[in-house]
C-alpha cells in the first residue's frame, strides 16, 4: 500500500472545498439562518404580544362583565322593591275598599231601619187616627144629634190628610 500523498486524496479536496464554500458562502448562508430565526423571533414576539392584548381584552371583558352583573342585580333589587311597595301599597287600598265598603253597607242597614221605623211610626199614626177618628165619632154620634155630628164628623175626616202631611 502505498501512501499517498496529503493533496492526491479526494477528501482532502472535500474538505477544502468545503472550506472555501463555508468561508465564501458562510456569511451569507449566517445572515440568511439568522434572518430566519430573527423573523422567527419576531413573530413569536407578535404572537406573544396579541396574546397579551387578547388577554387584557378579556380582562376588561370579565371587568365589564362583573360591573353589568351587578348592574342587574342592583336592577332587580330595586324592581323587587318596588314591587314590595307596590303590594303593600294595593294592600292598603284594599283594606281601605274593604272598610269603605262595610261603612256604606253599615250606613245602608241605618238607612233601611230608619226607613222602617218611619214606615211603623207612620202605620201607628195613622192607625192612631183611624182608632181616633173612630172614637171621636162614636162620642160626637153619641152626644150630639145625627146631623150636626155627622156634618162635624164629615169636616174632621176632611181636613184629616192635610193634617197628617203637617205632621
Known amino acids: 500500500m502505498e501512501h499517498e500523498s496529503f493533496f492526491a ?3 482532502t479536496w472535500v474538505a477544502v472545498a468545503f472550506v472555501i464554500f463555508f ?3 458562510g456569511k451569507t448562508i449566517w445572515k440568511a439562518l439568522t434572518g430566519m430565526l430573527d423573523g422567527r423571533a419576531a413573530k413569536i414576539r407578535a404572537e406573544l404580544a396579541e396574546a397579551q392584548r387578547l388577554r387584557n381584552e378579556a380582562e376588561a371583558m370579565l371587568a365589564e362583565a362583573a360591573k353589568s ?4 342585580l342592583a336592577n332587580a333589587q330595586a324592581l323587587l322593591e ?3 311597595r307596590e303590594a303593600a301599597r294595593l294592600a292598603a ?3 281601605e275598599e274593604a272598610e269603605a265598603s262595610a261603612r256604606r253597607r253599615e250606613r245602608m242597614a241605618m238607612d233601611r231601619i230608619a226607613a222602617a221605623e218611619k214606615a211603623a211610626v207612620d202605620e201607628v199614626r195613622l192607625a192612631a187616627a183611624d182608632i181616633a177618628t173612630a172614637a171621636a ?3 160626637i154620634t153619641e152626644n ?4 150636626a155630628g155627622a156634618a162635624i164628623v164629615d169636616h174632621a175626616i176632611a181636613g184629616l190628610p192635610a193634617a197628617l202631611r203637617a205632621a
Not at 69 to 72: D, F, I, P, S, Y
Not at 144 to 147: K, P, V
Open 23 to 25: 468561508v465564501l458562502l
Open 93 to 95: 287600598l284594599a283594606v
Open 9 to 11: 486524496d479526494p477528501r
Open 137 to 139: 165619632k162614636l162620642l
Open 82 to 84: 318596588g314591587a314590595k
Open 69 to 72: 352583573r351587578a348592574e342587574a
Open 144 to 147: 150630639l144629634g145625627d146631623i
